[in-house]
């Protein structure tokens, strides 16, 4: 409690704690309970931004510390390029030549008149040839990371960091959509267990077919996998 001058008439020593001023009957107490408060939510507001740029300046630092954390990447080798090659090229040949012999088995059939030819060796083409075409997009989009390390290495480390943090969101976004899921997931109304199946329609169906009105599915919608109740 303190001794103030009434903010309306002037009138000196007023307690702040007076219902009113008795002199003009203004109301002391209820003027400078807001301006404490305000006094107190400006304090509260100052000391949050303070705590926000505080944090801001802590997460710049932690970004810029793992930037530098980022290490540098090294030149692509082209062994595992050439043997994967390699290979898509032996699938490939072996391919023309399963379609070669069948190509010369199909004309012996169609001159003696022997049924239909049947060609080979078609898949393994197309699987060699996309074996191929994928390990040159591999290769070619390491080249591209490497030569942005090399060229530009703050921004090839900024990339890797943004990599890091959409995988991280990734993660957990599927982790809080398995979470609700299984929040989600229906209780066996007797043992309490969320290890349930749904029973489907034509489950139901082969049940009510085969046992007839005596069957326990009749109506149910769910099994629980621990105590076999169905509902």
């Known amino acids: 409690m303190a001794l103030v001058k009434c903010p309306e008439c002037g009138k000196e020593n ?53 930037i530098k954390n980022v290490p540098k990447l090294e030149k692509p080798q082209l062994v595992a390029p050439i043997v994967v090659t390699v290979i898509s090229a032996l699938i490939t040949l072996l391919g023309f030549s399963m379609s070669n012999v069948s190509n ?27 074996i191929l075409c994928y390990a040159i997009y591999l290769f070619s989009r390491r080249m591209a990371t490497y030569n942005l390390s090399k060229n530009n290495f703050e921004e090839y480390q900024r990339q890797v960091i943004r990599e ?13 959509a398995k979470i609700k899921q299984q929040e989600n997931m229906p209780k066996c109304p007797v043992c309490g267990s969320k290890n ?22 009749i109506g ?7 105590c076999k109740h169905k509902w």
């Open 104 to 130: 010369l088995e199909a004309e012996y059939s169609l001159a003696h008149g022997n049924g239909d030819p049947h060609f080979q060796g078609g898949f393994l083409i197309v699987f060699g040839l996309g």
């Open 14 to 66: 007023v307690s702040d704690a007076a219902e009113s001023c008795p002199n003009c009957g203004y109301g002391v107490k209820e003027h400078y309970t807001k301006i404490r408060l305000e006094e107190i939510r400006i304090e509260y507001e100052k000391q949050a931004e303070i705590r926000r740029q505080e944090f801001e300046a802590e997460e710049k630092c932690r970004q810029e510390e793992r």
């Open 196 to 217: 349930v199946s749904k029973i489907s329609t034509l489950n139901r169906g082969v049940s009510v077919a085969t046992l007839g009105l005596a069957s326990s599915k």
């Open 220 to 226: 149910k919608q769910y099994e629980c996998k621990a």
């Open 164 to 176: 890091q943090d959409e995988l991280k969101k990734r993660l957990e976004a599927e982790r809080n």
